[in-house]
């Protein structure tokens, strides 16, 4: 939008506004109330509903302010008999299909058209004729469908399409008769579940919670997503210590994501209240005996004497500190605390699927925020696959091209969803996408760099060319695929191939909500690796204090790792991999049951908000592990506050520096973390680089075809295991004979559709 500044008056008063804003949005920014149904920020427009009515001088009829840009000397009147009168009569023509039973209706209590009936309806209903009828339904596992309540206002359908990329569901049927649904009355797509946050009225209806409870029986408490690294904010719903739904709906909260969140974020959390919760502490006494219930005091004695007798006869580096990129920075901190201050051990780490470390060294410019990504000119992503990894990522840079006309380049050697929007794919053979990031440092490696990727190297100019021709942002986003010499040189690429007055940000794409957390908090500052620790496991390392779980690939070769340690604790939600061989597992409480901070991929530092007691016995990671310090001796004077652990962090960390939970407490005002951006000699680097791509095949297949939507979203994993709608997916979809009852049906008379766990998220 142009930054020239012109004059509206709205309702007699005169306002400065920026040309080409559109009138709606000047109109509710000045604080007058706009009515409206088909508008929606961000997406394309309808213009359908006819709510929006206002009177603009000069202009011989009522117009739909959605629809008008302002112009100099506009002068707007927002309310009046005759707008009224046209917004009562629009309503009155809305509620003509709509059956008017909201007591029984999903919705009732947080729906548009009930609320915007009570402020502009009229008081009776004089259409006589019989409504249409359609049945209820369900269109998926996760999302239930009452076709009658719909207004037509195709909210759900261009978010699918724009946000999604997906087009999964359609208006059908003709004149009055049209209705919202699938192609083949079933959804086969990512089942996010946008469409029904978005729908205004109770068409659309969250298929897993249905009938549970009436909105505002609940609880909510605004908490930050607990998978991915997009860090979305999300609205807990609890009702008598259950978490009962998460909703991003912006009447709850109005964070980076506005209402976007993906399945995992929306349909993930039934792990929470699960019945296989661990419910007290547990003590194997003897190897391969049973665990055996214990309190914790006992607990928390027993793995101190057993710390502390296997240190002193073998060394502080016998003992082995782990954390999950999952858990909150307090955790992390008070971890690493632990590991460095109290035992001293250099054997510690995350068990992330790769570190950030050397890019986080190296960065020479700063971190892209989701806000940038969704208004860059050109956006280059190598490797990963945001659409199925983080989801919210997908999206920004769907929106990006297709409403802000961004240029998109994938590097990949897999053609992965978002390549449809890419205006260059190019396809390298697997493994070889750090040639192309050695190329980009320096053209004179661009015909070694193709030769081993198996592309053109007019492929690499073109991408060195776009990027250099780019006035604007540059937002470069890279997956796990690089490793530590390839992120060293990524963050240093800014000053390689941007022109000045361009900015140029980095976008790293890990797959944990805490991932960059576990990176700032230290976690990773050993360079020691999850599978280094497990090799070493029985030989060097005699015990491992574990705060989550490792994940399955890094069991893949050492399956019976564990098994050779003299003492193994394991603080964990579930019985899992890591906990099979443990001499003690502590419960501890998920995400929805402590207070705490992730930061996310843009560094933003985010609260997460206790919705509900911690189930059974379960304890905040950070809690156990400061116990487990005072018993072994060090007080860490945290007093049983997680605040507190952030004051610490708040001095202590160089990132973090100054901050207070009250500075992070406005969702839609997110503090970035500061971490050291400044230019860095990756002459090391480049060099071995440029070893390990000349070590890389000359020849070698590409892969071909697709990535099918969901093949990552829906993997069962520790967590997801836990939501049967996840098992129905993970197993294709199937369409159930009847849609008028719960999908899950198809569970109970086949039980092969209830995978084990295959993979670990
Ligand atoms: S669940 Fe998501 S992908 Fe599926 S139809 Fe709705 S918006 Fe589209
Ligand atoms: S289903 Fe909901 S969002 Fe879609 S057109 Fe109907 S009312 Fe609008
Ligand atoms: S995109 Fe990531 S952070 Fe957002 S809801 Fe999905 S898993 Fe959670
Ligand atoms: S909001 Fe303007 S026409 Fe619907």
Request: proline share 4%; hydrophobic share 35%; with cysteine.
């Amino acid at each position: 939008m142009s930054t020239e500044l012109i004059h509206v008056t709205i309702n007699g008063q005169a306002y400065e506004v920026a040309k080409g804003a559109r009138l709606i949005d000047v109109c509710r920014d000045k604080g007058f109330d706009i009515p409206s149904f088909c508008y929606y920020s961000d997406l394309a427009l309808q213009a359908s509903c006819r709510m929006c009515l206002v009177r603009i001088e000069k202009m011989p009829k009522l117009q739909t302010s959605c629809t008008i840009t302002c112009t100099d000397g506009m002068a707007v009147t927002t309310q009046s008999e005759e707008i009224e009168k046209a917004q009562r009569a629009m309503t009155e023509f809305l509620l003509a299909n709509h059956p008017l039973d909201c007591p029984v209706c999903d919705r009732g209590g947080e729906c548009e058209l009930q609320e915007m009936t009570f402020d502009w309806g009229g008081l009776e209903e004089r259409f006589t004729e019989k409504k249409n009828y359609y049945a209820e339904r369900y269109l998926s596992p996760m999302v239930a469908n009452d076709p009658q309540r719909c207004i037509l206002c195709k909210r759900c359908t261009r978010v699918c399409d724009e946000w999604m990329g997906e087009d999964a569901i359609e208006a059908g049927g003709r004149g009055a008769h049209t209705v919202i649904g699938t192609y083949m009355g079933w959804l086969d797509c990512s089942q996010c579940g946008n469409c029904i946050e978005v729908c205004p009225t109770g068409t659309l209806l969250d298929g897993t919670y249905r009938h549970q409870t009436r909105p505002w029986e609940l609880a909510q408490t605004i908490s930050t997503c607990n998978f991915c690294s997009d860090g979305c904010q999300m609205s807990l719903g609890s009702r008598g210590g259950e978490l009962k739904r998460v909703v991003a709906r912006d009447r709850y909260v109005n964070g980076i994501n506005g209402e976007f969140l993906c399945i995992k974020g929306r349909f993930g959390h039934p792990f929470v209240n699960h019945e296989d919760r661990i419910r007290t502490p547990l003590i194997r006494y003897k190897k391969g005996g049973k665990l055996i219930p214990a309190t914790w005091d006992e607990a928390i004695r027993y793995v101190a004497e057993r710390l502390d007798a296997i240190a002193n006869a073998s060394g502080r580096n016998a003992v082995g500190v782990v954390g999950s990129p999952r858990l909150t920075n307090e955790a992390l901190y008070v971890l690493h605390k632990f590991a460095t201050e109290l035992v001293g051990t250099d054997n510690y780490t995350t068990t992330d699927a790769f570190s950030l470390k050397s890019f986080f060294d190296n960065l020479g410019s700063p971190l892209a925020t989701h806000h940038d990504i969704r208004h860059a000119k050109t956006i280059v992503v190598i490797g990963g696959e945001p659409e199925e990894l983080q989801p919210f990522t997908g999206k920004q840079i769907r929106q990006a091209v297709r409403n802000g006309g961004a240029k998109l380049v994938i590097v990949n050697s897999v053609r992965i969803r978002l390549g449809e929007q890419a205006s260059q794919f190019v396809h390298v053979r697997p493994g070889s996408e750090e040639a192309f990031i050695l190329a980009l440092a320096n053209s004179a490696n661009d015909s070694l760099a193709a030769h081993k990727a198996g592309i053109d190297a007019a492929e690499i100019a073109t991408v060195r060319q776009l990027i250099g021709d780019t006035s604007g942002d540059i937002v470069f986003m890279f997956g796990g695929e690089l490793g530590a010499d390839a992120q060293a040189v990524v963050g240093q690429l800014g000053s390689i191939l941007a022109k000045e007055g361009a900015r140029f940000l980095l976008h790293p794409l890990p797959l944990f909500n805490n991932s960059v957390g576990a990176h700032d908090l230290g976690m990773m500052d050993s360079s020691t690796t999850p599978e280094q620790i497990l090799d070493s496991a029985g030989v060097d390392i005699r015990t491992l204090y574990v705060a989550g779980g490792f994940l399955p690939q890094h069991f893949e070769g050492r399956e019976d790792a564990l098994s050779k340690l003299d003492f193994l604790v394991v603080q964990e939600l579930f019985q899992n991999e890591t906990t099979k061989y443990a001499d003690v597992v502590l419960p501890a409480a998920s995400y929805a049951e402590i207070d705490g901070t992730f930061t996310n991929n843009d560094g933003f530092v985010q609260r997460v908000r206790q919705s509900i007691a911690p189930i059974h016995q379960s304890k905040a990671d950070w809690m156990i592990t400061a116990q487990l310090a005072n018993e072994l001796g060090l007080d860490f004077g945290f007093e049983m506050s997680a605040s507190t652990v952030f004051r610490e962090i708040g001095e202590k960390v160089a990132a973090y520096v100054g901050l207070r939970y009250p500075l992070l407490k406005d969702e839609t005002k997110p503090v970035q973390a500061k971490h050291n951006v400044s230019a860095s000699d990756v002459a090391t680097q480049l060099d071995s680089l440029r070893s390990r791509v000349e070590q890389l095949p000359n020849e070698g297949e590409k892969l071909h075809g697709r990535t099918k939507v969901g093949h990552e979203l829906f993997k069962i994993g520790t967590l997801t295991d836990k939501v049967p709608q996840f098992h129905l997916l993970a197993s294709g979809n199937p369409r159930p004979d009847t849609t008028r009852v719960s999908p899950l049906y198809q569970i109970t008379v086949d039980a092969s559709l209830k995978e084990g766990a295959v993979a670990g998220d």
